[in-house]
């Protein structure tokens, strides 16, 4: 029932079929009659239904109701927000321990439900070497292999090969049983977010 309602005097039909404050069905009665007993119970008459034959209004109090679907709109505006694509760069010649904090932040962003796209970036003649990066590609799946299910395989994009991983359903359960390497994963992101400022 989001928008504009129409409110108290501004309902102008002779009868309304009324919901009073409590969900109770009260029948098709007079708009006045209506709204005397919305105003008795210092509440308002809400038009919630003004195509129906008499139009439905419910007695409630109209400022919280706006409020509430205030809040539930925002609610869902940060859910479709925060559930995005990120991106990840590697290099074909990245070091072991670039490659562990950068693979622990992807494995992070697909806890949070996030895509990932997953770009190795050739420089100059690593481009005609386009198996070290597929080589990589393949090391991340591996590792991830609880936690991810490749969307879209690895192909060539110019000077770049690109893979998008999703988020694997059934990470879920399995992360919470292995307690013991959930710590480990918080610890990383402060550090990993700065090295990939640093390349990206």
Known sequence: MPGDHRVNDRIRVDTVRLIDNEGNQR???????ALALARSLDLDLVEIAPTAQPPVCRIMDYGKFKFDEAQKAKESRRKTQNVGVKEM????KIGPGDF??????VEKFL??????KITIMFRGRES???????????RIVEKLT?????????????RNMIMVLGPEKKAKPKSAESSKEVPK??????VSVEVT???G
């Open 197 to 199: 400022q640093e390349e």
């Open 27 to 33: 029948g098709v009665v007079p708009t006045r009659e």
């Open 185 to 190: 994963e918080e610890v990383v992101p402060s």
């Open 111 to 116: 806890n949070e439900g996030h895509k990932v």
């Open 89 to 92: 760069k590697y290099r074909p």
């Open 146 to 158: 609880d936690t991810a299910k490749v969307e879209s395989a690895p192909k060539l994009d110019g």
């Open 100 to 105: 562990d904090t950068k693979t622990r932040l």
């Open 128 to 138: 005609a070497h386009p198996e070290l990066g597929k080589k990589i590609l393949d």
